[in-house]
């Protein structure tokens, strides 16, 4: 990545790799659990949405206008245009439930921005909405929400130091719902009972002291990162826009609501607080970049020609380094830094052994594969 | 589509299908004919890049500030982010050439935006920039960059009306060049050379008024929208941020830069404008939202097994159309509207016959084919 200024970060090739492959972990995830149907939406957003809903005066607020002098702001999320948006499209029970989502990028005027891209000013966000006839059927979907989530960040390999966190529901819910992952690095503090996997934000510690689930007092007091949040909104916003639908009976009903968001930068770098050593970034797989990072050392043809045949052969994403005028040493180092999971040598040393070189880049012995069984190698350890 | 404000827009499902057509199409070629890296720079910019390049006055900017006051603007394009990023990586000539990409959002603060998607306000773009030790190379690569954008009108649907156009190279070339497609909602005017295929944009016609390519003067006036653009920026922004590299003798060298832009609302816009009738849409198949659409008639078992059967076992992208209360009036000309290549109709009728009824958007007969033979029948073809 980039820093372009505080807080506002550019995707170099490989870290946009990682962001494709969380975006294809969330978007299985939400077709197979939430049926939510994917859309885009804009990030000018007029003020006057915001001035009905009560959230123009927000601190974190981008402003800007038009040449005509009209405001606008910047989407720190998208409740102003989505609610507008799904009332000139449901009118009717029979519409109901409809759940829709986006990936998209979020703006938000942070005084600081000093975690890098844990705390972003412009970040790319998943935020999903969804609408629903009443409360019971919001709940039920909320529930399924919490399993899609837990899916998600388990398939990202922080599902084990990630605690669904009782956080502050509004005024208008008792509580809303974080996703928390314990680090160092974090900017939150929650209080965690070890048993339930569950947690409370220090925000709301004093009115919760125990665990919300088991009752227990024996909460340890983290600092962690918030990588998703889950809100039951209920009718705050189909309020403020008049979003109703005719029940069965014929009767004008305001529209439950709900919002669930993941931070996808804030998820990479959540996982590279985790899976690194002194030497770089160790992947997952289902994250990593590439699968395989290839490196050619020294440039004899036989070499190069195994290189290459392996590279343009292979149904696996590799990174091939074939650069001249860099030391083994440096490429050796630069994978590390890299943290793609296989790392594959081929030199004249390998090739007098028909043999690619190959280690993990999480363990530290190397075992030599045959040039023809590399093939068959990386297919069954990508499968396992 | 919908509209949040003149120019501003939020793309709906079937919509973003499309954008994720035109996307894959761009990507493809990309890979295959340019060779760049994609990579996904942010939205703010600091102004003082801008100040840099002398482009801090231009009047379709966006301009914000952090809390700080530090002032920023939305990006129109990237020349001010891309060139101070490569100043860090590159260095000699052996790191060039090099090519970078994007697909992201724009920002141009136009005074008005009346032509729907295609003048916006905040747009989807593909950015390429190219960056080479000299001018020969930079003109390969220009020349390149010509056949790349030729495939993708082509594959988009719009090759035929799709003109390469001259255009004001600015200060420090003699041409850019766009590629206009011919249309009565466009708000450009070219002067095109049916013989060569080839354009001069209004803007230059006092200095050019004869073909470029075969020096005819028969040119024909036509209104035209602006589908991509490509630009020699040569040294313009490497002289503003120090972008050079030494070259084999160890001098210092100015990098030369080529940009290539790609408006992807426009060119779905651009398509539509092309492609539809009275009764809506009649996507090209490469970039339609489905290939198929599905629609039941009735709620008889059988009828609602033979289409969930259908739907559950393609492998095409079928759209179901399984709503009650809407009668086959209005599913059909939600159908036509939408224009989706091929609709399929399964009622208590079509069954009897054992069959769905099939018929293509763009022609008037239907036909009838067997239950068991519509997969193959789909999969030719989609495949022709």
């Known amino acids: 990545m980039n820093k372009e200024m505080a807080g506002v970060y550019s995707f170099l090739p490989l870290g946009l790799r990682v962001i494709r492959k969380i975006e294809k972990i969330i978007r299985e995830e939400i077709n197979e659990t939430l ?12 003020l006057e949405n915001y001035e009905k809903t009560g959230r123009e005066k927000i601190d974190v607020l981008f402003y800007t206008e038009l040449v005509s002098k009209r405001k606008l702001v910047l989407g720190i999320s998208h409740e102003e245009i989505i609610v507008p948006l799904v009332k000139k499209h449901v009118s009717s029970y029979k519409d109901l439930p409809f759940y829709v989502y986006q990936i998209q990028n979020k703006f ?25 006839t009443d409360e019971k059927d919001l709940n039920d979907y ?26 502050d529901g509004g005024t208008f819910s008792k509580y809303s719902h974080e996703f928390q992952m314990i680090t160092e690095a974090g900017e939150d503090l929650i209080y965690l009972c070890q048993s339930c996997k569950v947690a409370v934000n220090e925000e709301i ?26 809100f039951k909104l209920k009718d705050k916003f189909s309020n403020s826009f008049g979003l109703t639908f005719k029940n069965e ?9 709900g919002c669930y968001g993941i931070g996808l930068g804030r998820l990479l770098g ?62 050796f180092a630069d994978a590390d830094l890299m943290g793609i999971p296989f790392r594959l ?40």
Chains 1, 2 share one sequence.
């Not at 005084?111 to 935020?127: C, P, Q, T, V, Y």
């Open 35 to 46: 049926s939510a149907q994917e859309i885009l939406m804009s990030a000018l957003h007029p």
């Open 345 to 384: 040598v081929m030199s004249k040393k390998t090739l007098e052994k028909d043999s690619f070189e190959v280690k993990r880049r999480n363990e530290e012995k190397v075992e030599f594969v045959k040039i023809k069984e590399i093939n068959n190698f990386l297919k069954e350890k990508h499968a396992s």
């Open 205 to 230: 510690i004093e009115e919760c002291p125990n665990c919300p689930q088991c009752g227990g007092d024996k909460l340890i007091k983290k600092k962690a990162v918030e990588v998703g949040n889950i």
């Open 249 to 257: 009976k014929g009767e004008e009903k305001l529209i439950q609501m």
């Open 270 to 331: 959540s996982v590279v607080e985790v899976y690194h050593d002194q030497k770089g970034i160790i992947w997952p797989s289902e994250l990593a970049p590439f699968f395989a990072h290839l490196i050619q050392i020294g440039d004899d043809p036989s070499v190069k020609k195994a290189c290459e045949k392996l590279y343009s052969e292979s149904e696996e994403e590799i990174l091939y380094d074939d650069r001249k005028d860099v030391s083994p040493g440096e490429k």
């Open 108 to 132: 938000r005027n942070e005084l600081r921005a000093k975690s890098g891209i844990l705390r972003g000013r412009e970040f790319l966000m998943k935020d999903l909405y969804s609408f629903h």
């Open 142 to 167: 909320y529930e399924k929400s919490k399993e899609a989530y837990r899916n998600i960040f388990e398939k990202s390999g922080i599902g084990d130091k990630t605690y669904i966190t009782f956080a």
